[in-house]
């Protein structure tokens, strides 16, 4: 946002907040320009903990997609290609054991793209992906697309996805905020604890962060 690019200030604010999972979008792997750095290998170095990339984009021996980064055990990985036009976008999918008070997590980060009938065709994919995922599922996104855009309604209606984040706060772009394009979505198994919005300059988009907890059935009264 200020004209740097800067892998150590994005692992500065990840390390500030501490997540058991963070999810990353338009991560570089030796791109030209992003000066051919590695990120997935910075970012694991120094954040201490393994991190899964996806390749979406292929340029010669670099590339461009999704990361996870997580303190807990992966037992599974699967890269799932979403229907692209001119981009080809991805959804990285892990499953986790014991992380948060949870004994498995399914974890899914994506990233949508620009063209509206493109986001739809994703939707699709995404919502057939996230019902036949293990549960309790989290999933961290870039949808390119507003709350009350008819792909997010579509998957949010075909998943019963819950959105962290009730009030819908922008998140694009950093530094003056208009619209809410990035979220984290739950199956109705978790609950949110507390969710807020990070102001930072490390990326054009505002973080995220979300405690979510099982959710307690007992907690339900009948009227």
């Not at 692992?11 to 030796?30: G, K, N, W, Y």
């Not at 990233?111 to 995922?133: F, P, S, T, Y």
């Not at 996104?141 to 009030?167: I, K």
Request: aromatic residues 4%; contains cysteine.
């Amino acid at each position: 946002m200020d004209g740097r690019r800067s892998t150590q200030r994005i692992v500065e604010v990840v390390r500030a907040l501490s997540p058991d999972v963070v999810c990353f979008q338009e991560i570089h792997q030796r791109l030209p320009w992003s000066g051919g750095e590695d990120q997935p290998a910075v970012l694991a170095q120094a954040l201490g903990r393994p991190f899964v990339f996806q390749r979406n984009l292929v340029f010669g021996f670099g590339g461009f997609g999704n990361g996870i980064a997580t303190r807990a055990t992966i037992v599974e990985r699967k890269e799932h290609p979403l229907p692209s036009g001119r981009e080809q976008r991805g959804t990285l999918e892990v499953r986790l054991r014991e992380v948060a008070g949870l004994r498995k997590l399914t974890v899914i980060c994506t990233h949508w793209g620009l063209d509206a009938g493109e986001r739809q065709c994703q939707a699709e994919a995404l919502a057939g992906i996230v019902n036949a995922a293990v549960r309790p599922v989290v999933v961290c996104c870039d949808l390119n697309e507003g709350p009350d855009g008819p792909a997010v309604r579509s998957l949010l209606a075909a998943t019963g996805l819950q959105e962290a984040d009730a009030q819908n706060r922008p998140t694009y772009i950093a530094n003056d905020p208009t619209v809410k394009i990035d979220y984290i979505l739950h199956t109705p198994d978790l609950a949110t604890r507390h969710v807020e919005i990070i102001s930072s300059l490390a990326s054009d988009h505002l973080a995220l962060l979300a405690d979510l907890e099982p959710f307690d059935r007992s907690s339900l009264h009948s009227l």
